[in-house]
């Protein structure tokens, strides 16, 4: 699985979008750009995946770059509820179906 | 999405005993289950992958007669772990995969052991 590259920390004002990016410029063509996040002493939640094209769900939007290399989860109205550990994983659809997860970026929301 | 239960949900323990950690889905078949290990402030590593009916898979450095996994059933998974020592004291969290889930990971809320 492609290495990815988050900053360790972030804040972000509620109400406002939280925008998180993520490196992963070894990406191959098989493989998603998912994203989980863990709250504190809970388990990881799963949060929207994609190849290439954007994507949208009822919690956050991803935006994946057209060479690949990088994307942003997007969380559009961030809530006190959004503050935790959020993990961009690269992996192949197909095969190694391990998730590794690396240090993610820990995101604050400041009232 | 599916729901993956865990139990019990913090565990306390004198060094030298065992401790067997439930993992269940609760409304799919899981084909395959993981377990991982997280202290704090670090971020979750993968032991071992469990297929049910068959011999539990680990990861470099883990050892598989302390950490005992069985997946008996599609729907259940237990991770024994043997003679506890306190730098067992960790959260662990399995997480469960089905056929018909996509590839997709649910992860159970996670057990938090902490041996004296």
């Known amino acids: 699985d492609a290495k990815t590259t988050q900053p360790p920390s972030m804040d972000c004002a509620e109400g406002r979008a939280a925008n998180l990016p993520c490196n992963h410029s070894?990406?191959?063509?098989?493989?998603?750009v998912y994203w989980y996040r863990q709250i504190h002493s809970q388990g990881p939640q799963y949060i929207i995946h994609?190849?290439?094209n954007n994507e949208t769900n009822e919690m956050a939007s991803l935006i994946i770059t057209e060479d690949r290399k990088s994307s942003t989860l997007i969380l559009p109205h961030a809530t006190l509820r959004d503050t935790a550990v959020y993990y961009c994983i690269a992996r192949s659809y197909f095969g190694n179906e391990k998730l590794t997860f690396g240090t993610g970026t820990r995101l604050t929301i400041i009232p | 999405g599916a729901v993956v239960s865990q139990h019990p949900s913090r565990v306390i323990c004198k060094s030298g005993t065992s401790v067997k950690i439930e993992c269940r889905s609760l409304d799919f078949q899981a084909t395959t289950m993981f377990w991982y290990r997280q202290f704090p402030k670090q971020s979750l590593m993968l032991m071992a992958t469990s297929n049910e009916g068959s011999k539990a898979t680990y990861e470099q450095g883990v050892e598989k007669d302390k950490f005992l996994i069985n997946h008996a059933s599609l729907t259940l998974s237990t991770l024994t772990v043997t003679s506890a020592h306190p730098e067992d004291s960790s959260f662990y969290i399995c997480s469960a995969r089905g056929d018909r889930s996509s590839y997709e990971q649910f992860f159970g809320p996670g057990t938090r052991l902490t041996v004296l």
């Open positions: 070894t990406i191959s063509g098989n493989e998603y």
């Open positions: 994609g190849l290439k």
